[in-house]
């Protein structure tokens, strides 16, 4: 039977008003280890504050963005909507066509949950995805930086490429992870503390060290027991010790079966 989306969202829901500054996005993101932040104005949402969307402003605007409004990050896409009983393998759909990583669902003109490519990855049962190898669906030139690199840098491949992970390298040898989360917890820290943010601190501080991997002859099903068990939402695929690529929750999605 297809599976509705009321059966794989979260329901808690945490919104901001648009009167809010970005420092309480992040702080949201932080302590309860979200994405997505929805903003509301008179009871309704009018757009989106997302980890990546925060770091683009860091990037753009610098230090100042961080005591701005939370409008000045703010996107007006990068979600679609849908109704409780969507299924969700429709749902999925429109969020592949959108490139959308979030869907808000309502009930009438309610939200009532979100479903995020972590609900999708964790919630669904891995036997509705397609079995195929992480060679076949991983992405094969996955964006490196080397261990001297700087935060300042990680920020800015991050905000260029649109991703929310960098894979930590020495010659083509995994040495660590940076995720999106660790940048913000980082920024958090600095500003709860009343400093700013250390251009120049080392990633390697930040970073996942000896990351879980995956081999690139293992199943999907592997891929996704492997994100569950370990709480991760990327894996460098290693191959013999060498680099051969990154598969993240986003490519998992893709292989999800018509309309489960």
């Not at 901001?16 to 309704?44: C, E, Q, Y």
């Amino acid at each position: 039977m297809p599976i509705l989306a009321r059966e794989i969202m979260t329901s808690r829901v945490l919104t901001l008003g648009d009167n809010a500054k970005v420092i309480d996005a992040i702080r949201l993101m932080v302590n309860h280890d979200f994405r997505h932040v929805p903003i509301t104005r008179s009871n309704s949402i009018i757009g989106m504050v997302t980890a990546l969307s925060t770091i683009k402003g860091i990037d753009k605007e610098g230090q100042q963005v961080l005591s701005g409004s939370i409008g000045d990050i703010m996107v007006g896409t990068g979600y679609v909507k849908a109704l409780s009983n969507d299924y969700v393998g429709e749902v999925v759909r429109r969020m592949i066509d959108s490139n959308a990583d979030a869907a808000l669902v309502f009930d009438g003109d309610k939200v009532v949950g979100i479903i995020t490519e972590r609900d999708i990855v964790r919630k669904l049962p891995s036997q509705l995805f397609k079995q195929r190898r992480v060679f076949d669906i991983m992405s094969k030139n996955p964006k490196t930086l080397g261990p001297e690199s700087t935060i300042s840098d990680a920020i800015k491949s991050m905000a260029t490429h649109e991703i929310r992970h960098l894979v930590i390298t020495r010659g083509n040898r995994v040495m660590g992870v940076l995720s999106i989360r660790d940048i913000l917890r980082y920024t958090l820290k600095q500003l709860e503390a009343g400093r700013n943010i250390d251009q120049s601190y080392p990633i390697t501080s930040l970073m996942s060290h000896n990351p879980v991997t995956i081999d690139p002859s293992a199943s999907v099903t592997d891929a996704i027991d492997l994100m569950r068990r370990n709480n991760v939402s990327s894996l460098p695929v290693v191959e013999k010790g060498v680099l051969m690529g990154i598969i993240t929750e986003k490519d998992l999605i893709r292989e999800i079966k018509p309309y489960p």
